[in-house]
């Protein structure tokens, strides 16, 4: 893919930039065209938070589409992010490198980056605190994608894979770990959460977005493989006497199995970190509890589902709950958030052993 800058700045598909009025309205546009799951979750959030929350995802979405667009080059890929990156700071315009690269968007993902300066404008017209809130978690999101990107060249020719299961943990912290700690920060100026109150929500934030992000890669393991990409580790695989090329393999389908048995651990210990950050949370603050318990509730069904399917590796097969499920689970969710103890009653229903710590 060819840049070509343009003579002038492109003007943002959103709202005008000396107008804050529909900015709320533009992101929450938006939000269903890259997330539908998202745009219905965050609807349970209160207004104000929902709009700095709708905001702060957009801005992540963009530097995750620059990286995973597969027919960007490297250095081009660290430069865009690291201009987007410049582009958070304080007084700092949108970049028309990063709108060029995107010019002719194929996906709502990267008709958004095309349209990066629409959201930027709503972040730059947050309050100070919300900005400094966001700012530092999704800077470190681009760091890291950046790393990840130079480390990792993808080649069209043969299957790309991680190599240690440190890796593994790193990229889920750049992409997931940073965000359970910028809704941290968020919620914790919301809800005006003491220094003592705010450091034990902290202690489980790295766990609620690992514990999500690693259940997305269980259940997408095939469709990852078929795009040439392997998130499960070359040295866990060698672990157990198999590769991540073999990982659909019948003749090493004991081995593979055991491979996903041991992610499968590893999500269901983040999982339990995920419950424990979201009873964390007071109880009074109800829509929040809301916000994260639904998508953890999804991820704890899915991932029972995925370690009972005997076709999780099949590429002609997807890991999806049902929306009867999906339905339930809001319902349920609904009526327990108010009470841990039902909360973790529900959680261990859906998943056994989901609301213990995994095993070492």
Known sequence: MTISVP????????????????????????LPKVSRTFALTIKLLPAQL??????????????????????????TKVDLLARFKASLDEGAPADPVVAAAFAVPRID?????????????CFHRLEAAARAD???????????????????????????????????????WFVAGTVGHLLTALFARQLRLSP???????????????GLQLTNIIKDVADDRARGWSFVPRALCAAHGTTPEAMNDPAQATANAAV?????????????EALTYSLTLPRHAYRIRLF????????VRTLDLAARDPRLLDPT??????????KRTVAVTHLVAPSNALCRWYCATLMPLAHQPAKP
């Not at 700012?135 to 240690?164: I, N, S």
């Not at 034990?200 to 766990?207: D, E, M, N, V």
């Open 7 to 30: 003579a002038a700045p492109l003007l943002p598909a959103g709202p005008d930039s000396s107008d804050t009025a529909g900015d709320a309205s533009w992101c929450a546009a938006e």
């Open 317 to 326: 097969h997807k890991v999806k709950i049902t929306r009867t499920d999906v």
């Open 292 to 299: 994260c318990l639904t998508p953890l509730f999804f991820a």
């Open 50 to 75: 929902r709009h700095e929350v709708g905001v702060a995802y957009l801005l992540c979405r963009i530097a995750d589409t620059i990286e995973d667009t597969a027919d960007l080059p490297v250095p």
């Open 109 to 121: 993902d990267e008709a958004l980056v095309r349209d990066h300066a629409a959201a930027l404008g």
């Open 196 to 210: 003592a109150q705010r450091q034990r929500l902290s202690a489980s934030a790295t766990g609620f977005g690992l």
């Open 260 to 272: 996903m048995a041991a992610l499968v651990t590893k999500a269901r210990g983040h999982l339990d």
């Open 134 to 172: 966001i700012r530092p978690w999704v800077a470190e999101m681009c760091d890291g994608m950046a790393g990840f990107a130079q480390q990792y060249v993808r080649d069209p020719q043969r299957l790309t894979a991680l190599q240690t299961v440190d890796d593994l943990d790193r990229y889920c």
